[in-house]
Nanobody, 115 residues
Framework: QVQLVESGGGLVQPGGSLRLSCAAS????????MGWYRQAPGKQRELVAR???????NYADSVKGRFTISRDNAKNTVYLQMNSLKPEDTAVYYC?????????WGQGTQVTVSS
Protein backbone atom coordinates (compact mmCIF):
# COMPACT_ATOMS: atom_id res chain seq x y z
CA GLN A 1 0.00 0.00 0.00
CA VAL A 2 0.96 3.60 -0.58
CA GLN A 3 -0.13 6.51 1.60
CA LEU A 4 -0.22 10.07 0.28
CA VAL A 5 -0.31 13.22 2.38
CA GLU A 6 -1.04 16.52 0.63
CA SER A 7 -0.49 20.06 1.81
CA GLY A 8 -0.45 23.61 0.49
CA GLY A 9 -3.98 24.38 -0.61
CA GLY A 10 -5.85 27.51 0.36
CA LEU A 11 -7.45 30.75 -0.78
CA VAL A 12 -5.59 32.99 -3.19
CA GLN A 13 -6.50 35.99 -5.32
CA PRO A 14 -6.51 35.79 -9.12
CA GLY A 15 -2.98 36.12 -10.43
CA GLY A 16 -1.52 34.71 -7.25
CA SER A 17 0.54 31.60 -6.60
CA LEU A 18 0.33 28.46 -4.51
CA ARG A 19 2.57 25.44 -4.08
CA LEU A 20 1.12 22.02 -3.38
CA SER A 21 3.15 19.19 -1.88
CA CYS A 22 2.43 15.48 -1.66
CA ALA A 23 4.55 13.02 0.30
CA ALA A 24 4.28 9.32 -0.43
CA SER A 25 5.09 6.56 2.02
CA UNK A 26 4.71 2.83 2.18
CA UNK A 27 5.59 0.43 -0.60
CA UNK A 28 7.22 2.72 -3.15
CA UNK A 29 8.60 1.06 -6.26
CA UNK A 30 11.43 2.66 -8.21
CA UNK A 31 9.32 2.84 -11.36
CA UNK A 32 6.29 5.01 -10.74
CA UNK A 33 4.50 8.14 -11.74
CA MET A 34 3.07 10.83 -9.51
CA GLY A 35 0.64 13.49 -10.46
CA TRP A 36 -2.03 15.97 -9.58
CA TYR A 37 -5.65 15.80 -10.60
CA ARG A 38 -8.45 18.20 -9.78
CA GLN A 39 -12.20 18.11 -9.51
CA ALA A 40 -14.40 21.17 -9.55
CA PRO A 41 -18.04 21.05 -8.36
CA GLY A 42 -20.24 19.34 -10.91
CA LYS A 43 -17.30 18.31 -13.07
CA GLN A 44 -15.30 15.15 -13.58
CA ARG A 45 -11.86 14.69 -12.11
CA GLU A 46 -9.21 15.73 -14.62
CA LEU A 47 -5.45 15.42 -14.96
CA VAL A 48 -3.53 18.59 -14.15
CA ALA A 49 0.07 17.38 -14.40
CA ARG A 50 2.00 14.16 -14.11
CA UNK A 51 5.69 13.28 -13.69
CA UNK A 52 7.48 9.94 -13.96
CA UNK A 53 10.35 8.73 -11.80
CA UNK A 54 12.79 9.76 -14.56
CA UNK A 55 11.30 13.23 -14.89
CA UNK A 56 9.03 12.92 -17.88
CA UNK A 57 6.11 15.31 -17.58
CA ASN A 58 2.79 16.06 -19.15
CA TYR A 59 0.32 18.85 -18.45
CA ALA A 60 -3.26 19.72 -19.16
CA ASP A 61 -3.46 22.36 -21.89
CA SER A 62 -5.28 24.70 -19.51
CA VAL A 63 -2.28 24.91 -17.15
CA LYS A 64 0.68 24.83 -19.54
CA GLY A 65 2.97 27.78 -18.95
CA ARG A 66 1.44 28.49 -15.53
CA PHE A 67 1.93 25.31 -13.49
CA THR A 68 5.13 23.34 -12.95
CA ILE A 69 5.33 19.83 -11.54
CA SER A 70 8.51 18.53 -9.94
CA ARG A 71 9.56 15.74 -7.62
CA ASP A 72 12.21 14.79 -5.10
CA ASN A 73 12.75 11.06 -5.43
CA ALA A 74 14.82 10.89 -2.25
CA LYS A 75 11.83 12.23 -0.31
CA ASN A 76 9.15 10.50 -2.43
CA THR A 77 7.53 13.90 -2.73
CA VAL A 78 5.89 15.64 -5.67
CA TYR A 79 5.25 19.37 -5.91
CA LEU A 80 2.95 21.51 -8.01
CA GLN A 81 3.91 25.16 -8.36
CA MET A 82 0.86 27.08 -9.52
CA ASN A 83 1.34 30.62 -10.84
CA SER A 84 -1.01 33.10 -12.47
CA LEU A 85 -3.96 31.36 -10.87
CA LYS A 86 -7.41 31.91 -12.33
CA PRO A 87 -10.87 31.49 -10.80
CA GLU A 88 -11.39 28.47 -13.07
CA ASP A 89 -8.50 26.73 -11.28
CA THR A 90 -10.72 26.47 -8.20
CA ALA A 91 -11.13 22.80 -7.34
CA VAL A 92 -10.14 20.05 -4.97
CA TYR A 93 -6.67 18.90 -5.98
CA TYR A 94 -5.80 15.24 -5.52
CA CYS A 95 -2.35 13.69 -5.48
CA UNK A 96 -1.94 10.41 -7.34
CA UNK A 97 0.72 7.71 -7.23
CA UNK A 98 0.76 4.97 -9.85
CA UNK A 99 2.95 1.89 -10.17
CA UNK A 100 2.49 -1.75 -11.05
CA UNK A 101 1.13 -2.19 -7.51
CA UNK A 102 -1.85 0.01 -8.28
CA UNK A 103 -3.27 3.50 -8.29
CA UNK A 104 -3.39 5.48 -5.03
CA TRP A 105 -4.99 8.80 -4.12
CA GLY A 106 -4.53 11.44 -1.48
CA GLN A 107 -7.41 12.90 0.51
CA GLY A 108 -7.52 16.09 -1.56
CA THR A 109 -6.73 19.71 -0.80
CA GLN A 110 -8.98 22.64 -1.64
CA VAL A 111 -7.67 25.42 -3.87
CA THR A 112 -9.89 28.47 -4.16
CA VAL A 113 -9.04 31.36 -6.46
CA SER A 114 -11.22 34.35 -5.69
CA SER A 115 -11.03 38.07 -5.05
Amino acid sequence: QVQLVESGGGLVQPGGSLRLSCAASGRILSINAMGWYRQAPGKQRELVARITNVGGTNYADSVKGRFTISRDNAKNTVYLQMNSLKPEDTAVYYCNHASRLGNYWGQGTQVTVSS
